[in-house]
């Protein structure tokens, strides 16, 4: 068997495969394109389509396609092969620099909320030379952004690349005013961890509720499930290692760096962590962990379930986003230093996001609302819907010297203007314990865990990303041409903590307490569903940020409102639909059936003797009765709520209307399906059970 270091990367046409394949002053303006953002020269496109197909045929594709991220959530690709006709009747393989800088693919089925006029449906797509061609299913992938004709932004990369861009440029304008004059480019690094659920395939196929919406809409609580803690790093179990063993082995084939996995809280939940990287390859490589991970567990007779809230009653799953900012030549900006103006940097840049997060926690809480992550956030399994930022007690202590003037106790030596002299080192340790916050600083970096399971990684990191560019270009317009840098540096770290401390909380993110300081003391938004917080992405002030930065255009900002918003109603309506469905045409004839044959063995106990009493079976009987003449009305009043949603004059009233009404008898049929499975006897029960899928896989 090969090493894996013989075959990492080695469906990818990396930079290593670039500098052999690639003319020397090919790969130099190529190199130059990617890391500093230098414009592609479209001759130098047509010599790397060439090397690219080259390469792509002699591991085995046939096809290429442009690999995009549509506001679906999901990725998309139409294939075209390479072949192209020959006079004699035979084929040659083909791949012009058009072909590889531009695809147009008909994308009118795609949503572009309002965006782009059916009669002009077509989009295009273009390379980002920034992320690397990879080879998956015989298949040259080229990794691209989506646009309709005029430009407007259809996918997630776009404005990804777009926020990335403008961070970069007032990150360097900070750098500049530091001295620093060999940084070239800063970007984001990021490291998602990404949770997700196995169960067995065979189960999957009998529960119409995981098939159509990913998640399990009815199902009683099994007697045990996570409370003993037996899950969490267990060892694992075979056919999950043997699942593991492979997904692997895929995707370090595909370059991923996948790093760390280990069993998760609940049972059947696991983790997958790739070591970080730049935040548009991080994005990319999230994608395809997430098909892959689909892929191998097929192979595996199991199902792979990413959706936020599979199963009610045991944690749901989420994605920690750690983020940091790098130089071009290695410094990790939110690094603390050796020296006080290392430090100082550190402290400006530390400053930069915490105001960024609290000038724009309403954004950050957009970019992780979907229907699915809506029952995680606030439900003490994972961090609430009200951001705020754990720093850790040393680093806390480090600001409010600040803030006042006192000196700090952990400085040994005599106090700088800045009040700290040299920073201690946080370490994981004292950085790391609390795990409840929404937005944590964990020694060099960020981690922002409201992330839901299945969402792209982009969204929150646009949001983010243009947030702290926002501060940065506050800060650089301040302090660009000021006499005295120091002074009016210390002033400004000053005033970012006086204004903006209120976002700064160490304590139990999951204690009610902390939600009513939160929302009645310190005036932070608690935006808790998705329709409560969609519509705030148009309020002035975002708007202005976002469009400022050039991350969006305000018609790209209404129709994503218009999308998100609309996603949430369907996701929803289809969940309602298959919940009267599952009822009406597999529990109640259950649960009838159950009744019907307890009766026939009443009637033929009678048979023997006329008087038996039969009490467990009658009370039976009337109990069963009872709960499929509630989950009767329960079905007629979900169809009603359903019904009434024709009357929402827009998707918000929709999305409100859900909200308040489709969901609460959603419940309420729910509560009654689960109650009669408590009842039947097993071998009625139409479909696997809790205990079932959560226990099922050896
Ligand atoms: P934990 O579960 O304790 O948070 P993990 O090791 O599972 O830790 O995940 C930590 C993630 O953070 C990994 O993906 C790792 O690569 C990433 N990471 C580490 N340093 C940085 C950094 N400077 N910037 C961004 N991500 C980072
Ligand atoms: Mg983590």
């Known amino acids: 068997m090969r090493s894996v270091p013989d075959y990492f990367g080695c469906l990818v046409f990396n930079d290593k495969v670039m500098k052999a394949k690639l003319p020397t002053e090919v790969y130099e303006s190529l190199k130059k394109t990617r890391e500093e953002g230098v414009r592609l020269d479209s001759s130098v496109a047509s010599v790397v389509a060439d090397a690219m197909k080259d390469w792509a045929v002699a591991n085995g594709a046939t096809h290429f396609t442009h690999w995009f991220q549509p506001l679906t959530g999901i990725t998309a690709e139409k294939h075209d092969s390479f072949i192209a006709p020959t006079d004699d009747g035979g084929v040659i393989m083909e791949f012009s620099g058009k072909e590889l800088i531009q695809g147009e693919p008909d994308a009118s089925s795609f949503p572009s909320g309002g965006l782009r006029a059916t009669f002009e449906a077509r989009g295009y797509t273009a390379w980002d030379p920034t992320s690397f061609a990879f080879i998956k299913d015989k298949t040259l992938c080229i990794p691209t952004a989506f646009c309709a004709y005029n430009g407007e932004a259809l996918d997630k990369k776009t404005p990804l ?41 065979e189960m999957y196929e009998q529960r119409p509720d995981l098939k159509f919406t990913g998640r399990t809409l009815f199902g009683a609580k099994p007697p045990k499930g996570q409370e003993m803690d037996d899950h969490y790093f267990g060892a694992i179990k075979p056919k999950v290692a043997a699942f593991m063993a492979e997904l692997n082995e895929e995707l370090w084939k595909l370059g991923v760096l996948a790093k760390t996995e280990h069993n998760e809280v609940a049972p059947a939940q ?348 009658s009370k039976l009987i009337k109990n069963l009765s009872a709960l499929t003449d509630r989950i009767a009305s329960c079905i007629e009043e979900l169809e009603m709520a359903l019904q009434e949603l024709h009357e929402a004059k827009d998707v918000v009233d929709e999305a409100n209307a859900i909200r308040d009404n489709v969901l609460e008898k959603m419940n309420a049929l729910r509560i009654a399906c689960d109650e009669a499975e408590l009842l039947t006897a097993k071998k009625y029960w139409p479909f696997p059970t809790y205990s079932d899928l959560l226990f099922g896989v050896k």
């Open 161 to 201: 690349l777009r926020s990335m861009a403008a961070l970069n440029k007032q990150a360097l304008r900070i750098l500049k005013l530091f001295g620093n004059k060999e940084v070239k480019s800063v970007h984001t690094n990021v490291g998602p961890e990404q949770e997700y659920f196995l169960i067995s395939k």
């Open 270 to 617: 696991h983790e997958l962590a790739p070591i970080f990287t730049t935040t548009n390859i991080a994005t990319d490589h999230n994608q395809l962990t997430m098909e892959i991970m689909q892929k191998v567990a097929a192979k595996h007779g199991l199902v792979c379930l990413l959706h936020e809230k599979p199963f009610a009653g045991v944690n749901g799953s989420g994605k920690h986003n750690n983020w940091s900012m790098a130089t071009n030549t290695g410094i990790n900006l939110l690094a603390p230093g050796a020296t006080p103006y290392e430090n100082a940097q550190f402290l400006l840049f530390l400053c930069a996001v915490i105001k960024a997060v609290d000038d724009y926690q309403d954004l950050l809480r957009i970019s992780v609302a979907t229907a699915g992550n809506d029952h995680r956030l606030g439900a003490n399994e994972a961090p609430p819907a009200v951001v705020s930022m754990f720093l850790g007690d040393e680093l806390t202590e480090v600001l409010e010297a600040i803030e006042t003037g006192n000196p700090y106790k952990g400085a040994a030596k005599t106090q700088l203007k800045l009040g700290v002299d040299v920073l201690p080192k946080f370490n994981r340790d004292t950085t790391d314990r609390n795990r409840t916050s929404p937005f944590a600083f964990t020694g060099n970096k960020f981690e922002f865990r409201m992330l839901g399971s299945s969402n792209s990684i982009a969204c929150a990191n646009i949001m983010l990303n243009a947030a702290v560019a926002e501060s940065l270009k506050i800060y650089a317009d301040r302090l660009e041409g000021v006499a005295d840098f120091e002074t009016a540096l210390h002033e400004m770290i000053k005033k970012t903590i006086k204004d903006h401390k209120r976002i700064i909380f160490n304590g139990n993110g999951y204690d009610e307490a902390w939600i009513k300081e939160a929302t009645e003391q310190r005036g932070l938004c608690n935006y808790r569903t998705t329709p409560d917080c969609i519509p705030h992405v148009l309020d002035k002030k975002n708007v202005d940020m976002l469009v400022g930065h050039k991350v969006f255009t305000e018609t790209e900002l209404k129709s994503r409102c218009e999308i998100q918003l609309e996603n949430y109603c369907k996701t929803v309506v289809i969940e309602a639909n298959t919940m009267v469905n599952m009822a009406k045409t597999l529990i109640a004839p259950a649960v009838e059936a159950y009744a019907a044959d307890v009766a026939k063995a009443v009637a033929a106990k009678r048979l023997v003797d006329a008087n038996l009493p039969c009490k467990y079976e």
